[in-house]
């Protein structure tokens, strides 16, 4: 099961990085720099909400498999956050 987590994540996480990529083509500088200063921000979000996930299961076999888990259903949310809020 984990291996198919930390797969869903490596796709969702492709799939930002293209939206990331297009959206650096289509928002002006200064909109690209506060995306940018957000996206650093989620970053931390994300990482620090799936290692609090992961916790509930600390010690046990399933915490590196929430913790993937929670970071893939999370960036997954972000595509479509970003996809609704900026692109044209």
């Known amino acids: ?18 939206i ?5 083509e ?5 909109q690209m720099d506060q995306l940018t200063e957000e996206q650093r921000n989620w ?5 620090e909400a ?5 916790l509930e299961y600390e010690g046990g076999s399933t915490e590196s498999l929430e913790y993937v ?3 893939a259903s999370l960036t997954k949310e972000r595509c479509y956050e970003l ?6």
């Open 1 to 18: 099961m984990e291996e198919q987590e930390e797969e869903r994540y490596k796709n969702w996480d492709k799939a930002l990085n293209e």
């Open 20 to 24: 990331y990529g297009v959206l650096k």
């Open 26 to 30: 289509q928002l002006s500088p200064e």
């Open 43 to 47: 970053v931390e979000f994300r990482d």
């Open 50 to 54: 799936a290692k609090e996930a992961s």
């Open 69 to 71: 888990a929670t970071q």
């Open 83 to 88: 996809v609704a809020n900026y692109m044209k």
